[in-house]
């Protein structure tokens, strides 16, 4: 009998399997209950959330689990951000995002709790979620296990639209972008078959390209065009990318 358990990926599986939730003939639902705490604080300083070309944005967030549900886990990360002016119409923008988990009382953090890294936002000319461990199952297929440990950084340079005049919803930017995500010594997967997570600096996955940001009538819309500098056999390319409804 084919189900949804026996057509899920590996990774869900396990997790099921580590938390004792699936059954021999692997039919029904794999769920868990589990009680999150979040706390954040952001400090903004720039000029304008729009168009920013001076100042400072700060965020530190965190979540953790109370330990009456299934889950027992920790996250904390905290974003640096800082933008300089450059003449009257120029600015550049330096952007650093951190991140830990970790999970405790003989639990593991959740696959789908880890970071995961590229697309806009992150490490742009990767596809969204992509760089980082990965492994292959029995059928062939490559999966992004994310980590519990990130580092992302980006530098882009601002400069407005050509033609556009004193009009600043349009913009373009030359951007640089450098990030990875890993996680323990190594993570079971189940079958006695481990994905390493060792992290060294030439892990790191780094991208350059140039990028579109307009603030039209239904909200930021952003667009980017990038190329990889350092990638993997089985890194996931895509150089084209867009974003609607959020600014980085």
């Known amino acids: 009998e084919i189900t949804t358990y026996n057509l899920s990926p590996l990774l869900y599986k396990d997790f099921c399997r580590e938390n004792g939730l699936d059954n021999v003939s692997g039919v029904g639902e794999c769920t868990v209950d589990s009680l999150v705490l979040t706390v954040g604080w952001s400090r903004d300083g720039r000029d304008s959330f729009v168009y920013p070309r001076s100042g400072v944005y700060q965020r530190l967030y965190g979540e953790v689990t109370v330990p009456v549900g299934d889950l027992r886990y920790g996250k904390l990360g905290y974003q640096y951000q800082h933008w300089f002016p450059i003449g009257s119409d120029y600015a550049l923008m330096l952007n650093a995002d951190v991140g830990y988990a970790k999970g405790f009382g003989g639990k593991e953090v959740p696959f ?25 199952d029995t059928d062939g297929d490559i999966t992004s296990t994310g980590g519990t440990r990130k580092v992302v950084g980006n530098a882009e340079f601002f400069f407005p639209m050509p033609g556009a ?19 323990e010594d190594e993570v079971p997967l189940g079958g006695g078959s481990f994905v390493e997570q060792d992290v060294r600096f030439g892990d790191l996955r780094y991208s350059t390209g140039l990028a579109f940001s307009w603030s039209s009538p239904i909200g930021p819309l952003k667009f980017s065009f990038g190329h990889p500098l350092k990638k993997e056999e089985n890194d996931e390319v895509q150089r084209f990318q867009f974003q609607l409804g959020s600014v980085f």
């Open 112 to 136: 789908y709790k880890n970071y995961y890294v590229g697309g806009i936002g992150s490490v742009r000319g990767f596809d969204q979620g992509s760089v980082g461990p990965k492994y292959q």
């Open 165 to 183: 005049g004193k009009d600043r919803s349009f913009r373009i930017s030359a951007f640089f972008d450098a990030g990875y995500v890993w996680g």
